[in-house]
């Protein structure tokens, strides 16, 4: 790659870096601006990932733009430590959600992934409802965890997924036919087998003997604060959320690492080019 070319790439590519930079850093100040407890636990990663960025992009930008070999030198080990950082935790995210199913069929020399924790379907229903057996010792210790559930258990009661049932699905043959997220499935209503009869979207009735000896049909009440956050099925729930927001996160980093490999390799050409200029020059 020519001279010009790859100090021309690596000055617009962080220029607009730094532009993301700060639209980061903003959204994590809006965020503190919001009393969600859920959302302000998020503020400083966010701002702490947007004053990096900015810092990263702002090195790479002086050393593309002032042609300094240093200055993209440092540029380059930064990038370098993010794509690594990056590639480990895809890695171990990926590990880490199949890891269990793996030691499950070790002993019978089944080495295929199966869709371990993907749902139990039930008869007559058009979603599944998950076991909080069905994940991973690490799933199991995050969500038994009772600071960690407490502050997840906050977050579910003032987001409203649950009154918001009743709302969108106002007669009983709707609620019925509803296909109804993982979180919705296990947090908003009893488990079948508890065989509670249902009254509306968000009422069920519970004067009727459950008939089954699942501790969840105990815990579930109608109350809005309350319905079957203590749940083991809503653990399950939010433990399937989890499992496919880490999916996507993970398919997310592998698309990153793709892309800041290519600019990886247009850094090395201005690097390059700048150690000859300042070779000419002497």
Not at 34 to 47: E, F, M, N, Q
């Amino acid at each position: 790659m020519g001279m010009g070319t790859s100090n021309f790439v690596i000055r617009w590519i962080n220029f607009l870096t730094m532009l993301l930079a700060i639209a980061v850093a903003i959204f994590g100040v809006w965020m503190s601006t919001h009393h969600d407890g859920c959302r302000k636990s998020l503020t400083l990663p966010v701002l702490g990932l947007g004053g990096f960025i900015f810092l990263v992009s702002m090195i790479g930008f002086l050393g593309a733009l002032k042609k300094n070999a240093i200055l993209l030198w440092i540029y380059l080990i930064m990038l370098c430590m993010i794509l690594v950082a990056i590639l480990v935790f895809t890695v171990l995210a990926l590990l880490e959600q199949q890891m269990i199913a793996a030691l499950r069929y070790l002993s019978s020399f089944r080495f295929i992934i199966t869709n371990n924790g993907s749902g139990h379907n039930v008869s007559g229903l058009r979603y599944k409802e998950y076991q909080l057996k069905d994940y991973s010792s690490w799933f199991l210790k995050q969500l038994n965890n009772t600071d960690n559930w407490k502050r997840l258990k906050s977050c579910l009661v003032k987001s409203e997924d649950c009154n918001n049932l009743a709302k969108q699905y106002k007669t009983l043959k709707q609620y019925k036919m509803a296909k109804l997220t993982a979180i919705e499935a296990g947090c908003c209503r009893p488990p079948s087998e508890c065989g509670y009869p249902v009254v509306n979207a968000s009422y069920y009735d519970l004067s009727f003997h459950p008939v089954s000896s699942n501790e969840d049909c105990k815990l579930y009440k109608n109350s809005r604060v309350v319905k079957c956050y203590n749940c083991d099925s809503c653990k399950a729930g939010v433990a399937q959320y989890m499992k496919t927001e880490w999916r996507v996160v993970a398919i997310f980093n592998l698309a990153l690492f793709v892309v800041l490999s290519i600019i990886y390799f247009v850094g090395c050409c201005a690097r390059r080019n700048a150690g000859r200029t300042r070779q000419s020059k002497v």
